[in-house]
């Protein structure tokens, strides 16, 4: 995938280049008045709105003109536009460039708003089938990595047999995305429907499309009942959401205490640790405001062409 | 403390955590977490714990004199604590209880939350200022510290700070406090000696007559000088006539 060499418009941010081993707002420390923000908690502010999050607005009593604030709650739309935040592998010329060249196939093909849990159906192009077209129906159990690498893996039971593809979401050779199911599951990945009885995951090939066209994305709380072991993955390890507690019955006495010597309480109030694995909010403002009229653009292009 | 250069571990996780929502700190932080020395528990929760308690003195104290590195830890947690109060509040549980775990004194609470959170509400800057400070003040009575394995007295005072190896020191403090700053400020303070000294001066000079010819001239040049009274050049008589 080539980048669009000629589209680089020099609204770089060369500034950030230096930064790589080490986050930091050097033009937000000198110059306080063009950048700066500051919030105001809500006890000390009067007025002032909450969002659907029930958090409080930005207040920006720096800046005198009004900038439009991008709807925050979008990033869970477009998870892959946000790079991973382990800043010795930023890049923050190669993201810019990524972002153009997804935006640009954005323009080609609808990639529908879709969630982990949710089921799709992919049209793949394939010179071995006889209408050159293969399509396959499954579960997303789980999206991985940002930029043009993003990728979804999808999973189906076919004849008993558990069938999964791994499919990047930039990829040419996809066709067609289309949104059979449009839901949310507890888990950030459903990787353990792999050790789960197949109805879970079983799907026909023939599904028609069933969505409730809603302002929210219905959210599935579904309990998952593991098979007994072997198990591909711990799973008794880490605390899911969305995996039935009678796993308890599957798992050995010492593996239990072992389980609770894992657990890590410690671990949420570890501020830094956090704060190195989100992106700042300004930050996920930035590029929120830099792919919003295409994004909606494109949405506006493709209903059109589906209507 | 380990200085050796270190190593980057490819992270677990390959995508940003999009649920939670921080704001930008006004400090550099480094990617690589450094190692404490051990302290009563061992492993990451004995390394915040000992954080912990630098945290806490920081918010009591307002100025703490420790070792440089983990003081330039706990100045990223101090922020972060910071940060968070001030975007959301004490009526957000999840920072109230962070709070409650940080700092280990109920007082501080109520400290962070009615003092320090007025006091940076529009603060663009960082909230801490962090200095490397000397290791060894001779004016707390420092003496060079004699070598066991040199019993030699001789010997001993040709290498005096010979093993009294110091970790490097930092001074890590709350913006705002109210000690005396650690550098002079560079804004005129016009209650200083010198310029009460010379606004008096400039009142005298005011009220006395002709004085304010001079005084403007003075002005609009170099400042305020102390111009003795003086015969009127040929000029000025001239100038006068007209």
């Known amino acids: 995938m080539a980048f669009y060499v000629s589209r680089l418009s020099l609204g770089l941010e060369l500034r950030r280049l230096g930064c790589k081993t080490m986050r930091c707002s050097g033009v937000d420390c000198r110059s ?51 790079p991973e935040p382990f800043m010795i592998w930023r890049n923050p010329v190669k ?97 353990y ?23 929210e994305v219905p959210l599935n709380r579904i309990k998952v009942k593991l098979n007994p072991r072997p198990w591909t993955e711990n799973w008794h390890k880490i605390e899911y959401k969305g995996i039935d507690e009678s796993i308890d019955d599957l798992i050995t006495n010492k593996w239990k205490a072992r389980r609770e010597l894992l657990r890590k309480p410690w671990e949420k109030y570890d501020l830094m640790k956090t704060y190195r694995a989100t992106l700042p909010e300004e930050e996920m403002e930035e590029i929120l405001t830099e792919i919003k009229d295409d994004v909606e653009e494109h949405d506006r292009k493709h209903s059109r062409r589906q209507s | 403390m380990r200085l050796n250069k270190p190593t980057p571990l490819r992270p677990l996780i390959h995508y940003a955590e999009l649920s939670k929502l921080v704001s930008r700190l006004k400090i550099p932080v480094h990617w690589h977490v450094k190692k404490l020395r051990r ?19 920081l918010f009591k104290y307002e100025r703490i004199e420790m070792d440089y590195y983990p003081a330039d830890e706990a100045r990223g947690y101090a922020e972060r604590l910071i940060s968070e109060a001030v975007r959301n509040g004490p009526q957000c549980p999840e920072t109230m209880e962070m709070a409650d775990w940080w700092l280990e004194e109920k007082q501080l609470v109520h400290k962070l939350f009615k003092v320090l959170v007025p006091r940076y509400q529009n603060y663009p800057t960082s909230y801490t200022n962090f200095y490397r400070a000397p290791f060894w003040y001779f004016s707390d009575g420092f003496q060079p510290q004699l070598n066991e394995e040199y019993p030699d007295k001789e010997i001993n005072e040709t290498i005096p700070a010979f093993r009294t190896v110091s970790y490097p020191k930092g001074l890590l403090e709350l913006k705002g406090n109210p000690y005396p700053p650690i550098f ?47 015969p009127k050049s040929d000029e000025n008589l001239i100038e006068s006539s007209k």
Not at chain 1, 193 to 215: C, G, H, Q, V, W
């Open chain 1, 32 to 82: 306080s008045s063009s950048t700066s923000t500051t919030l105001a908690p809500r006890s000390l502010a009067d007025d002032g709105k909450t969002d659907k999050l029930g958090r409080r607005e930005k207040k920006n009593l720096m800046m005198s003109e009004s900038v439009d604030k991008p709807d925050l709650n979008l990033r869970f739309k477009y998870p892959e536009m946000f």
């Open chain 2, 39 to 57: 302290g009563d528990v061992p492993g990451p929760e004995g390394r915040l714990l000992k954080l912990r308690a630098s945290v806490t003195a």
């Open chain 2, 184 to 230: 002079p400020s560079k804004v005129t303070n016009p209650r200083s000696i010198q310029n009460v000294l010379l606004s008096s001066a400039k009142d005298f000079y005011k009220s006395k007559e002709g004085g304010s010819e001079r005084l403007s001239n003075a002005e609009s040049g170099r400042g305020i000088e102390f111009v003795p009274n003086e």
């Open chain 1, 193 to 215: 429907l792999r050790d789960a009885p197949p109805e879970y995951s079983t799907f026909p090939l023939d599904m028609k499309p069933d969505i409730n066209r809603s302002d």
């Open chain 1, 95 to 191: 993201e810019k460039l990524e972002r153009k060249d997804m935006l640009a196939r954005r323009n080609c093909i609808s990639i529908p708003e879709f969630y982990v849990g949710s089921v799709l159906r992919v049209n793949l192009s394939n010179i071995h089938q006889p209408d050159k077209v293969s399509s396959f129906v499954g579960i997303c159990i789980e999206r991985k990595e940002t930029g043009l690498r993003a990728s979804i893996t999808l999973r189906n039971v076919i004849d008993n047999l558990g069938v999964e593809i791994k499919l990047e979401l930039y990829d040419p050779r996809l066709l067609k995305i289309e949104v059979l199911r449009l839901e949310r599951r507890l888990d950030p990945h459903l990787r």
